[in-house]
């Protein structure tokens, strides 16, 4: 065996990733102005809490190559909104993205140009193929961190701009139960 090179490794049961130089980002709520509806629920939030972290393989990327990252997206709401990402378009519009379920649950929020919104239920195990042309973004509805592979191209790059009016539907928790809300200028 000892002839062989051993790749990267991602933990499936809870997304730690090792076995090569990684790029790790973390988004605190300070930086989540006007993501989440309620602003006075916002602003009373720790402004340094971790909402999400991502990790990838720091590997080559030019055109053709590709990312693989985890999400861990941490429980929690602002007001009755569950946690989630910001939320993109790929800049290069045509580019798609597949994630993997890998711990907790939640939502994939899924958004054409036309603003049409869908959601899919994210589990340990899901595998989500975000097309082209469609904006994505992830929501924790559980108690535990959700934590979600992705497998996106480098050149895809990042559009969080053309969401700044937010997306057309929010998922909030009514009581225990989790909701759907349809938003008019989404
Ligand atoms: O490539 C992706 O879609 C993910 O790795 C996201 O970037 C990650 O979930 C963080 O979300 P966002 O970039 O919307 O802040
Ligand atoms: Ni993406």
Redesign the pocket.
Known sequence: MSAFLLPPQVAWADGVLSGGPLIRKS?RMQALAGVFSNQSAWSECDPERVV?D?ELFDSPSAEGELYV?V?HLYAGRVGDEFFM????FHQRREQG?VYFGLHGEGLLLLQSEQGEARLEYVFPGSVHIIPGNTA???INTGAVTLSAL?V?PCAAG?DYASLAGGFALRVVDDDGVVQTKEVQNG
């Open positions: 988004t999400y991502v990252g999400t990402t910001r939320g993109h993205e994505h973004r992830l992705a996106w990042h």
